[in-house]
């Protein structure tokens, strides 16, 4: 009878701590660079997909394939770390490893480092973590609800049973928004009444929040609520991007009535950019004439991205100028406010070369860069677009396909792209047609 051999031991290569540790310090660092370009002018989803992010992941995944050595000995303590990047990305390899307790407990008990542990839960990959969070959202206060439904509409999670459960007007202003958020992610008629209350709300933030809800379930009410605010004068940057893109000729000359006052000129300019209409771009140049500093760039944007026109060349930026671009906050995206750059434009420039092109532009058609806004051209906009510029994109195609492509423009670049390819297969109808003619919910 043979001897039995022993079966060969497998012995797993000691852990490079050095390595390790390398990973875990350039995924900090990377991080917070990824946040930056993912609210930048100067980067699109395919730049950022092949820089920051595809760095950030395998410094990410180094780090998961070293298990629970490298949890106890790296992870966990650098999830008490005073740089961001650290906590985040800490915590992301953790919840990518399974450990989702952990990481909801600190998230519960540290309030300094509680929005970058939320960045880490918002962006985790693991279906299962969705029930744990539901799970966890009934036990806990007011204000941390608040931050908890701002992961959960990040990762666009239905949670409509547990809403239903609250009393929507004794909630601080903050759960409401953060619950108004949430409901973009039920199904209708799952709370349609909450957002025809909150559409009256006295607090702004509230009132957009009911307003965008509504505009992505097709709600006529949230269309009127648009217009009404544009027509007298409110600062609303939903409400007038909504009108920008979905309104009629009268709708747009609205916006341009609003460039005579200071406090909306901003904003009026911001959503004119995105409503592509020749009256938007002869309103952008009267702006330009004026020679006004501090408008001059938003301007020159607006009527650039209308028409095609080049800025280079024309726009003379301050040496010691930066664009507006800070960090986004962990939570759910809100539309980005209009960017602000320092500078002087070569306005008898600009009015010469419309002089030549105004007449291919047509009156009721809409345009970006020159060239008609079809539905083609909206989806590849959001491929190449400057990242600042893709949240009110991702809006109008929420709103045009009812709520059924939202694109968290924030998430992992790999996700947005499915989504977008998702997208392409819907029928959104044509981007010139209002708002007005299909709304009736």
Not at 21 to 48: G, I, K, N
């Amino acid at each position: 009878m043979s001897a039995v051999l022993p079966l060969p031991v497998t012995r797993r290569p000691p852990l490079l701590w050095d390595v390790l540790t390398e990973h875990l310090e350039e995924a900090s660092f990377l991080w917070v660079q990824r946040e930056r370009a993912m609210s930048a002018s100067d980067y699109t989803l395919p730049e950022v997909e092949a820089g920051d992010e595809a760095r950030l992941r395998a410094h990410l995944d180094g780090l998961l394939v070293g298990g629970a050595p490298v949890a106890r000995r790296l992870l966990q303590p650098a999830l008490e770390d005073d740089a961001p990047g650290g906590v985040a990305s800490a915590a992301s390899v953790l919840l990518a490893s399974g450990a989702q307790a952990l990481v909801l407990e600190r998230w519960v008990e540290d309030a300094e480092r509680r929005p970058w542990l939320g960045h880490a839960l918002a962006l985790c990959e693991r279906p299962d973590l969705d029930a744990a969070l539901l799970e966890l959202l009934p036990r806990l206060a007011p204000a941390l609800q608040a931050e908890l439904l701002d992961v959960l509409a990040f990762r666009q999670v239905d949670a409509g049973p547990l809403l239903e459960r609250l009393a929507f007007p004794d909630m601080a202003p903050a759960l409401r928004v953060a619950a108004l958020r949430a409901a973009r992610a039920t199904a209708p008629p799952t709370l349609a009444a909450w957002l025809r209350e909150g559409m009256d709300d006295s607090e702004p933030l509230v009132r957009d929040a009911a307003i965008e809800a509504g505009l992505l379930r097709g709600m006529r009410a949230a269309w009127r609520a648009c217009q009404a605010l544009v027509a007298e004068g409110a600062v609303s940057r939903v409400a007038m991007l909504a009108v920008a893109m979905g309104g009629a000729p009268a709708d747009v000359e609205a916006l341009v009535r609003a460039l005579d006052r200071p406090e909306l000129r901003a904003e009026a300019l911001w959503a004119l950019g995105f409503s592509g209409r020749r009256a938007g771009a002869d309103a952008a140049l009267a702006v330009l004439r004026e020679q006004a500093p501090e408008t001059a760039w938003l301007a020159l944007w607006a009527f650039s991205v209308i028409t095609g026109l080049s800025p280079e060349g024309v726009f003379l930026r301050d040496e010691d100028e930066d664009a507006v671009a800070p960090p986004a906050a962990a939570g759910p995206v809100s539309l980005p406010p209009p960017e602000h750059r320092s500078g002087r434009v070569h306005v008898a420039e600009v009015e010469q070369w419309w002089a030549r092109a105004r007449e291919r532009f047509e009156p009721e058609g809409r345009y970006r860069d020159g060239l008609p806004w079809t539905s083609g051209a909206q989806l590849q906009a959001l491929h190449l677009a400057p990242m600042r510029h893709r949240p009110a994109l991702a809006f109008e195609l929420a709103v045009r396909s009812r709520g059924a492509c939202q694109v968290e423009t924030r998430g992992w670049c790999g996700h947005q792209r499915a989504r977008l390819r998702a997208a392409a297969t819907l029928s959104l109808g044509s981007l010139t047609r209002g708002f007005d003619g299909w709304m009736n919910a």
